[in-house]
């Protein structure tokens, strides 16, 4: 079992939704929790991140970590084309444990 | 400023023979990282330097990956007589910040490997 797991997708969704991504994690212990995005044949580059359990909000994007049921998840209000791309949710033990990774496709 | 660039972008190898991937880190950045992504799947952690000092390298795959990063400053990650399940994308982050502290992870563009 994958100490991060993520929904693989793909999502296809139509500009303007609001878009939900959601991973789960195995150990209790973590306390970082972050959100990366990554265009195609690009690195990934960070959007968020949040510490223990919470809400951080940052213009249309909202964190969102549940530490009782391990439970991350990243919502994407007013979804736009250029929000295309994959989203990799990750923990930090010193190195990033990233999840799978969800492809996102906002059709305009 | 200058992010962190990898060369090459691209990289076709056949099946044996060795290959050099070099990650010149955005600069004064102590912290320097390795990741392998196979396609369709989220970055794996391979090796982490502190300075000239390589601090973990439990992610390495095998005895034929070897990285370095002899001055602190540019590494290179080395892989020798290559496989074709070596084919993927290897990212380079760097990172003002020591391990264990949340700092954000800059990563470059990658190289893509193709091993055939």
């Known amino acids: 079992q994958k100490e991060v797991e993520q929904d693989p997708g793909p999502l296809s969704v139509p500009e303007g939704a609001i878009v939900s991504l959601n991973c789960t994690y195995s150990?209790?212990?973590?306390?970082?929790f972050m959100w990366y995005r990554q265009y195609s044949r690009k690195g990934p580059e960070l959007l968020m991140y949040?510490?223990?359990?919470g809400n951080k909000e940052d213009g249309r994007f909202t964190a969102q970590v549940d530490k009782s049921s391990k439970y991350i998840s990243l919502f994407i209000r007013d979804s736009q084309p250029s929000d295309s791309a994959t989203y990799l949710c990750a923990t930090l033990r010193g190195k990033l444990i990233f999840g799978q990774g969800t492809e996102l496709s906002v059709k305009p | 400023g200058a992010g962190v660039s990898q060369s090459p972008r691209y990289k076709v190898a056949k099946r044996g023979q060795d290959v050099a991937l070099r990650c010149d880190p955005i600069?004064?950045?102590?912290?320097l990282f390795w990741y392998q992504q196979a396609l369709g799947q989220g970055p794996e952690f391979l090796t982490y330097f502190q300075n000239e000092a390589q601090l973990d390298k439990s992610g390495l795959p095998s005895d034929r990956f070897f990285a370095e990063r002899p001055e602190g400053s540019v590494s290179t990650l080395k892989i020798q007589r290559t496989q074709q399940e070596d084919s993927a994308v290897y990212l380079c982050?760097?990172?003002?910040?020591?391990?264990?502290?949340?700092?954000?992870?800059?990563f470059g563009p990658g190289t893509r490997l193709t091993v055939l």
């Open positions: 150990n209790s212990a973590f306390q970082y």
């Open positions: 600069s004064g950045h102590v912290s």
């Open positions: 949040t510490y223990s359990s």
């Open positions: 982050a760097s990172s003002s910040r020591r391990t264990g502290m949340v700092g954000e992870q800059f």
